[in-house]
Structures are given as structure tokens and as C-alpha cells.
């Protein structure tokens, strides 16, 4: 007969935490609007740009922008601290953050 006593096996849980939700939203021709939503409730607000003609140099469809952004930042968060967003900031300089970039950033999509 087990002992009830006992702790239940929790296998690290505690140190697993949710990543961040992440909202955005077209505030302009290539400008976004970024909030993220941490653990806690804690909320940043962002306001990432698309350069000019980064996308063209990178091979991606103006119509893949969006996805794009999602990607790169929801891969940068997944770096859990590594890189700070800034309050304002290009998806260039995002980007270039990634490790194996541009190849990884290209690789989101």
C-alpha cells in the first residue's frame, strides 16, 4: 500500500513556465504594435518596424510580413531572456539577434 503521505512526483513542473502570450497588431504600413503578456500578468509594450526593402533582400513575399513577425518574435522569446526587446525596434535588428541568422529566421516560416 502506497504511502499517502509521500510527495507526488512534480518531475520539475515548477521550473517550467508558460512562455509569454504575445499580441500584434498592424499599427502602420510595416509598423506593429507588440504586447507581451508574462506570468504574473506582467505586460511590455512594443513597437517593431520593418525596414524598407528587408524583406526584399531576404527573399520574403510583402504578404509573408506578418508571419514573419510572429516567427522571429515568438522565437526570440523562446530565448527566455537572452534578448531584451526594447521598446522600439526594427525587425532587422530582432532578427539579427537569432542565433544562425538570417538562415534560422528564413527557417520560421
Not at 513542473?13 to 508574462?38: E, F, G, K, M, W
Not at 516567427?71 to 532587422?92: H, K, N
Request: no cysteine; proline share 8%; net charge negative.
Amino acid at each position: 500500500m502506497p504511502d499517502e503521505t509521500s510527495p507526488t512526483d512534480q518531475s520539475d513542473q515548477s521550473d517550467q513556465s508558460d512562455p509569454p502570450d504575445l499580441s500584434i497588431s498592424a499599427a502602420d504600413a510595416h509598423a506593429y504594435d507588440v504586447t507581451v503578456t508574462r506570468d504574473g500578468g506582467a505586460t511590455d509594450l512594443h513597437r517593431l518596424d520593418v525596414p524598407e526593402g528587408f524583406l526584399a533582400e531576404h527573399g520574403v513575399a510583402d504578404s509573408q510580413e506578418p508571419l514573419l513577425v510572429r516567427a522571429v518574435l515568438a522565437r526570440v522569446l523562446e530565448l527566455d531572456g537572452q534578448v531584451e526587446l526594447p521598446a522600439s525596434f526594427t525587425l532587422a535588428e530582432l532578427a539579427q539577434a537569432l542565433p544562425g541568422y538570417p538562415d534560422e529566421m528564413l527557417g520560421l516560416l
